[in-house]
């Protein structure tokens, strides 16, 4: 895992489009990897998906497997945008796990749309435009803060799955909220949108890196 974030040592640096997408490739081998042993993760899991009541995107094995680093790099992305810096082995990191995750998810059943695979679809979709904001727009004029709403967004996303996980999992969370509808789950979800559109509104007043072109 090193060798994909050699040339990335130095904070606020951006690799360039080509650096960056053979980081992915050998982030997407060990994540290949990763997947194999997904079947025995499932098995040390009790209750599978079925607790949730539906599976796909962000909620299958391999996510439920890889979120703590997942997440970690996220918050570390976060950390470095509220300080100004764009920490890019980290960036490179969590926008890799994050898309590979979203996308292995949609072959896993119950097939067909469902609120899982739209909130996979949305991550994408943000996913996809944070990385046209940095590695190919460079962080350029308004791709600055189209950087910094789409990275806040997506770990929004995986937060609120992760939210629902727990209601879902956590015996003490669920008697509280048994259908995800109660007001414990109601307050929890809002309080985390809360937070997160606060630290993104201030990650975009904060984040200016130096290398950034001009508008």
């Known amino acids: 895992m090193r060798q994909p974030f050699r040339r990335f040592r130095r904070a606020g640096e951006i690799p360039h489009f080509s650096s960056s997408v053979r980081a992915i490739l050998v982030l997407a081998l060990n994540q290949s990897a990763a997947l194999k042993a997904a079947k ?6 009790a209750g599978g998906c079925d607790d949730l009541g539906n599976s796909g995107p962000l909620v ?3 996510s439920r497997c890889s979120e703590p680093g997942r997440l970690a790099s ?3 992305v ?20 994050m898309i590979l995750t979203s996308v292995s998810g949609f072959p896993l059943p119950p097939f067909g749309f469902d609120p899982p695979r739209a909130v996979g679809i949305l991550s994408l979709i943000l ?3 944070a990385v046209l904001a940095l590695y190919v727009f460079r962080l350029a ?7 910094v709403a789409a990275a806040v967004a997506a770990l929004y996303f995986d937060i609120v799955v992760g939210i629902v996980q727990a209601f879902a999992k956590l ?10 509808s109660d007001p414990p789950f109601v307050v929890v979800q809002l ?16 984040f200016h890196p130096a290398h950034a072109a001009n508008a």
Request: charged share 5%; aromatic share 12%; proline share 3%.
């Open 40 to 45: 025995h993760c499932d098995s040390l899991i």
């Open 60 to 62: 299958s094995a391999n």
């Open 74 to 76: 996220g918050v570390i």
């Open 78 to 97: 976060l950390y470095g945008l509220l300080n100004g810096k764009a920490l890019a082995g980290w960036t490179v990191l969590f926008l890799a796990t």
């Open 127 to 129: 996913l996809a435009a």
């Open 141 to 147: 004029g308004p791709w600055r803060w189209i950087f």
């Open 171 to 180: 015996s003490f969370l669920h008697a509280l909220a048994p259908t995800q």
């Open 191 to 206: 309080i985390a949108l809360a937070i997160f559109i606060a630290l993104g509104v201030l990650a975009a007043r904060r």
